[in-house]
């Protein structure tokens, strides 16, 4: 499989307009989900709720792929219809979570490490085989204000996640399959916004040599990335033009020209800020890479909350989904004004 094929693919993820949905929640966190709307997270509701999002009419204008988790790759609509065959139709690239989630690092309170790797090759050639043409695996760092003496994330931490990180993306090239490299700095705690920076730009410098290192092609991956915010508890919230900033500053310094796009995480943000930020970063450009979205909850959530889990409101569901996707792909453009919230 070629490069050129690999580049194709991630240029079409980050067409212009366009973003990715996150659509990958494993059984655990689905089940969070539901939990907030009071419906069960049976195989059915999960497979109900997800066909709603896949068969919005119109989506695919903003969407350019979903990230699907391993159950729903493999499940079919309630007539019989592939999943993968309705984003297939409407255009719509299928991806898929591989890792296997972030689990404690040894000798090091508070930290993961992702696993998934072993046997990884074999899945990565299913995948394709069931319509992937992309992948995510997502390492998660928390901070421990350095201001309070503080170490987190440690260096052990930075390497062990940046170096499994390029291991699964060189895996996934050799598989003609796009990575997404998704290296989320956890914005839980009360550090500043100049520590988040810190940080990020740490992990970022250790992602990017270790993909060097293991001679990814920069052209053919995709960087999933958190912004640059306070931590949610701190006293002192930045500003949505300090966000831009920060984060525009902090991608700069580390992701090469040749990554053709960065598609950010919301992490926790509410929708509309989660729109807001994104507003801003891109009226900062032109960047070198397209910056984009590829949000779960920012979103699904109103989506989430219409639906309820009742039939008689898939209708409302869609609609609710295709509102926040049509904001983030005029933010992926710089063309998001809050006024365009109070429209349906
Ligand atoms: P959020 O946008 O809800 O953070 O989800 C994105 C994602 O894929 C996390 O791994």
């Known amino acids: 499989m070629g490069l050129r094929e690999l580049r194709e693919t991630a240029e079409a993820l980050v067409a212009p307009g366009k973003g990715i949905l996150a659509a990958d929640e494993s059984g655990g966190t689905i089940k969070k989900r539901f939990d907030s709307i009071g419906v069960e997270s049976t195989e059915d509701n999960r497979r109900d709720y997800r066909e709603m999002l896949f068969r919005a009419e119109g989506a695919a204008d903003h969407i350019s792929g979903v990230i699907l988790f391993d159950e729903t790759i493999r499940q079919t609509a309630a007539d ?34 992702t696993e998934g790797l072993d046997g990884l090759r074999e899945r990565l050639a299913e995948y394709r085989d069931l319509g992937a043409r992309f992948a995510k ?7 421990d204000t350095a201001s309070k003496g503080g170490r987190r994330p440690t260096a052990e931490c930075l390497d062990v996640n940046a170096h499994a990180l390029a291991r699964y993306a060189a895996l996934c090239q050799e598989a003609g399959i796009v990575p997404i490299v998704e290296p989320e700095v956890l914005m839980d705690g009360d550090h500043t916004i100049d520590e988040s920076f810190a940080v990020t730009t740490r992990v970022l410098a250790e992602v990017f040599r270790q993909l060097r290192a293991q001679q990814v092609a920069f052209e053919g991956m995709l960087l999933k990335p958190n912004m640059v915010l306070s931590g949610y508890e701190c006293a002192t919230q930045a500003s949505v033009e300090e966000v831009a900033e920060h984060t525009v500053r902090c991608f700069r310094l580390t992701v090469p020209a040749a990554v053709p796009g960065i598609v950010f995480l919301s992490g926790g943000q509410s929708d509309e800020l989660a729109t807001a930020h994104l507003d801003a970063i891109n009226r900062l450009g032109p960047h070198p890479w397209q910056v984009s979205f590829s949000y779960g909850r920012a979103l699904q959530a109103p989506a989430l909350k219409a639906w309820g889990g009742q039939v008689d409101q898939v209708a409302a569901g869609q609609a609710a989904y295709l509102k926040r996707a049509r904001l983030n792909s005029a ?10 919230e109070a429209a349906s």
Do not use: H, N
């Open 80 to 113: 019989g219809t592939p999943l993968v065959e309705l984003l297939e139709k409407q255009g719509v690239i299928p991806g898929i979570k591989v890792d296997a989630g972030a689990k404690p690092l040894a000798f090091s309170e508070g930290e993961t490490v």
């Open 137 to 143: 695996w997502r390492a998660t760092y928390s901070i």
């Open 331 to 340: 933010a992926r453009e710089g063309s998001y004004t809050e006024a365009m």
